[in-house]
């Protein structure tokens, strides 16, 4: 019988695999909706509001957030906070935004 356990821990995701995993944007995408995107969502606001307070349809944020939290969970871990907090940092790094 193998034995298996419910509660393994997750192992920590560094800042450098989150970075490398970082979705590239559409070639019409402006960078500050991945601002607003992670802002609004640290917010408590849902996508379709974030998506009229940046100005872009809702369905193509919805997709960009999938596109996040894809590349999030696909041989990283889960989107966690740390996750969100990286690509925030980074999104706002890209728009040229203080943080």
């Given at each position: 019988m193998t034995d298996f356990t419910f509660?393994?821990?997750?192992?920590?995701?560094?800042?450098a695999q989150l970075l490398a995993v970082y979705?590239?944007?559409?070639?019409?995408?402006?960078?500050?909706a991945d601002v607003a995107l992670w802002?609004?969502?640290?917010?408590?606001?849902?996508i379709d509001a974030i998506a009229d307070q940046a100005g872009v349809p809702f369905e193509a944020m919805k997709e960009r957030f999938l596109c996040f939290k894809h590349a999030a969970t696909?041989?990283?871990?889960?989107?966690?906070?740390?996750?969100q907090t990286?690509?925030?940092?980074?999104?706002r790094?890209?728009?040229g935004v203080a943080g």
């Open positions: 509660c393994n821990p997750i192992a920590e995701v560094t800042e979705p590239p944007a559409p070639a019409d995408w402006p960078a500050s802002e609004g969502l640290f917010r408590g606001l849902r696909s041989g990283v871990g889960p989107l966690s906070l740390k996750a990286v690509f925030l940092n980074e999104a790094r890209r728009a």
